[in-house]
């Protein structure tokens, strides 16, 4: 993890020193007086109790000290940002995008969030904003040639399939940093996302060469050669993914994607449980963990439960996503703890536009069901007809794997800043790895 120095206004560290004349006192007067009240941490101890409860992983912790900082300085950038970060981590983006958009009204210049919102806005599929936002940032002087900047940009465009721009963005970046991996990466990729995937694999090759320790080029390896219909190849570059980083969420979904399409969902659950714990703000990953627990509720109907509250999850971060409505129905239907749940989102799913005539008669007959069941209050019966539910999408595919592979727009402020030792030198801030991905 890539630390980083921000420190508060100096004014905070200044205390006021006086000179006092020492009196005698009467021990029994010290003795009868109460204890002095505890001092009042300043606003750098508990920013400093921030950090340090982040570097644990224990973000609540970390909210509610920025947020105390924040009460005492509001119009500090380095707590807003280190708020959006904290958001972020826990999937919240929309806070996350409040809180960059803050600090980048404190200072224009924050450059870390600069390069977080356009990785919160590529989140949220607004491409054309972030695409906005960094051609802005690139006007400014001295940035024309901006790496950081350039590859996020070309991850924008490939996105919103500007495939022309793209590779003019990475090239602009090759011609003054010819060594550049993540420039070879989103290359790689650009080629990949318009199917001439021997080219994307000669790419990758090469930036392999350059940094032959990144996931994200094994990674992407990985997902040429299951496009080459090379499984087994691509198996072994996902697992060497993790084996590089145990971190690498992209690599932990891609195993579980190739699980669920062998509905081992089991080992399925296993690999998205730990994807999403890495990034919380993948929508897909989510998905996908919701679909390999749904897999096994038949065997087990607490797990159609936690598949709904999963799918709940993906509509937090994708409003009215529809496999993540019919999914969350279907899942709820399986006990009848939560039928209340399943008629609301199956009533929805009826209004989707995928949703086919035969699957509304599905949905109508399970509705009829569950509403004679409640009335009589009779258990839920064992999922015998799960063949007749409706068909699920087909989360473990390419489809899942294709999006889970940008990994060339790094360099975005991703962690909160570290306390700075005591006569360290206090940067603003400065830009951390934040590996990217749809």
């Known amino acids: 993890m890539k630390r980083i120095a921000i420190a508060l206004a100096t004014s905070l560290a200044v205390a ?7 009196v005698k006192k009467d021990p029994a007067d010290t003795a009868n007086k109460p204890p002095p009240p505890p001092k009042e941490k300043s606003a750098q101890e508990i920013f400093s109790e921030g950090v340090a409860a982040f570097d644990r992983g224990e973000l609540d912790a970390a909210k509610a000290s920025f947020e105390k900082v924040a009460a005492k300085e509001p119009k500090l950038a380095a707590v807003t940002y280190n708020l959006g970060v904290v958001a972020e981590h826990q999937g919240r ?3 996350a995008q409040k809180h960059y958009e803050e600090t980048r009204k404190l200072d224009p210049n924050h450059r870390a969030s600069l390069l977080n919102l356009g990785k919160i806005y590529r989140l949220q599929d607004r491409f054309a904003d972030a695409i906005k936002l960094y051609e802005e940032a690139l006007k400014a002087p001295g940035a024309e040639y901006d790496v950081a900047l350039l ?38 990729l650009i080629y990949f996302d318009q199917g001439n995937y021997r080219l994307a694999e000669f790419i990758s090759a090469n930036a392999k060469k350059l940094d032959d320790k990144d996931p994200g080029v094994v990674n992407n390896l990985g997902l040429i050669y299951l496009k080459l219909d090379d499984r087994r190849s691509a198996l072994g570059q996902f697992q060497k993914s993790v084996q590089l980083s145990e971190k690498f969420a992209p690599g932990h979904v891609n195993l579980g994607a190739m699980a669920l399409q062998y509905r081992d969902y089991q080992n399925a659950e296993k690999a998205f449980s730990k994807a999403i714990a890495l990034d919380p703000t993948s929508y897909e990953a989510f998905l996908a963990y919701a679909w390999a627990l749904d897999g096994q509720k038949g065997k087990d109907p607490k797990k159609g439960i936690a598949a709904g509250d999963a799918f709940e999850k993906v509509l937090a971060l994708k409003t009215d996503h529809p496999d993540a409505i019919c999914g969350a129905g279907w899942a709820y239907a399986v006990d009848k703890a939560s039928w209340d749940k399943a008629v609301k989102y199956l009533e929805k799913c009826k209004t989707q536009s995928v949703t086919s005539p035969q699957d509304n008669q599905l949905i109508d007959v399970k509705l009829k069901a569950i509403a004679t069941m409640q009335k009589a209050g009779a258990p839920a019966p064992a999922p015998a007809d799960k063949a007749k539910e409706k068909p699920k999408a087909q989360s473990g ?13 790094k360099e975005g402020g991703d962690q909160p800043a570290p306390a700075p030792a005591e006569g360290e030198k206090k940067p603003e801030s400065a830009p951390a790895p934040a590996p990217e991905k749809k």
């Open 151 to 188: 590859n996020n940009l070309s991850v924008a465009y490939r996105l919103s399939k500007s495939y022309d721009k793209a590779e003019a963005a990475v090239r602009k970046v090759l011609s003054r940093t010819k060594d550049n991996p993540d420039a070879y990466k989103n290359l790689a």
């Open 93 to 95: 983006l929309a806070d």
């Open 16 to 22: 006021c020193s006086t000179t006092q004349t020492e």
């Open 397 to 409: 595919g390419a489809a899942l794997l294709d999006k889970v592979a940008d990994e060339g727009a």
